[in-house]
């Protein structure tokens, strides 16, 4: 007896499309910020999306000097170049090309990036991810890794995927582990005309971010390019569905889970009421967020 399997999958097209706008953190260095802007504060549970992009040493070279954070996680892949990081728990490494770093805040760490080159092309991404009221005074954790420990699933003659974070459907899984929202973040490299389909939690925030090229997303009506450089919130569905329309062409996926809780934040400080934003200051000014640390000159 053969049942019919009807195959229903709801295609996650695009359902906005973000540019940013310049922005400028740290020392001074200039980004281009896309989530946590007038236009969109956030979008649970990505709290912020920054693209730095720059071969002007003038650009980035003063960093990320020490800062503090509390209450969610920061993620910085490096799409070229190199970072030495540092912070107050005692981790210490250079994130280099290929490379991610992810670290929990939780009830606070103080944290300096600071670019490990003077000269030639920087280029990453930092994005933010909230943790939920019972982890935001967790104790602070931190991963890294290189670009040879993040596995890569190839798709066809033209395509492939670094998995970062999350599982293919051919069970290929990333390093990144264990955290609360249940992130996918994939670096995905697809052939000019290569299709490329893979499942995506329903009901979770998807991101699709172009690095090259452009891509074409199919969608419950039909397809939206997405040049490069842009961001794509992905509508609700359960699959993704994209073709390369370019030469070349790589974006950074990630999806993770919402949390539904209320946003309080400000500056470095992502909480769920003022008071306990307005305790985070408190907490770091008097020293009680975590042990402060300065860069000695080389
Ligand atoms: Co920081």
Redesign the pocket.
């Known amino acids: 007896m053969n049942a019919v399997v009807e195959e229903r999958r709801r295609l996650r097209g695009v359902q906005r499309m973000l540019r940013g706008q310049p922005a400028m953190d740290g020392a001074g260095v200039r980004l281009t910020r896309v989530i946590g802007t007038p236009e969109l504060d956030h979008l649970d549970p990505f709290l912020l999306f920054d693209v730095f992009e720059s071969d002007n040493p003038d650009d980035y070279i003063a960093g ?1 000097p020490p ?1 503090p ?1 509390r209450g969610f996680e ?1 993620v910085t892949y490096m799409l070229a170049g190199h970072l030495e990081h540092r912070d107050s728990v005692g981790n210490q490494g250079v994130i280099e090309t290929g490379g991610v770093q992810w670290m929990t805040a939780g009830r606070g760490i103080i ?1 300096s ?1 600071m670019p490990k080159q003077a000269d030639g092309l920087l280029r990453g991404v930092q994005i933010w991810v909230n943790l939920p009221a019972h982890l935001k005074m967790s104790e602070p954790a931190y991963r890294e890794y290189d670009a040879n420990q993040i596995p890569e699933d190839t798709m066809g003659a033209s395509s492939s995927v670094r998995v970062v974070a999350g599982e293919t459907a051919t069970g290929v899984t990333g390093p990144v582990s264990g955290v609360v929202t249940q992130p996918l973040f994939w670096d995905l490299v697809v052939g000019a005309g290569a299709e490329f389909t893979e499942s995506i939690p329903d009901g979770h925030t998807a991101l699709l971010f172009v690095v090259e090229g452009e891509m074409a997303v199919r969608g419950q009506d039909g397809e939206s390019r997405v040049p490069e450089r842009h961001l794509a919130i992905l509508a609700q569905g359960d699959t993704l569905a994209l073709r390369g329309a370019a030469a070349r062409n790589r974006a950074l996926l990630l999806a993770a889970a919402p949390i539904g809780e209320p946003v309080a934040r400000s500056g ?1 400080f992502v909480m769920n009421t003022r008071a306990e934003v307005i305790q985070a200051f408190n907490d770091y000014q008097s020293g009680r967020l975590a042990r402060p640390y300065t860069l000695e000159k080389e």
């Open positions: 990320f800062h954070h920061t944290h990036e470095p």
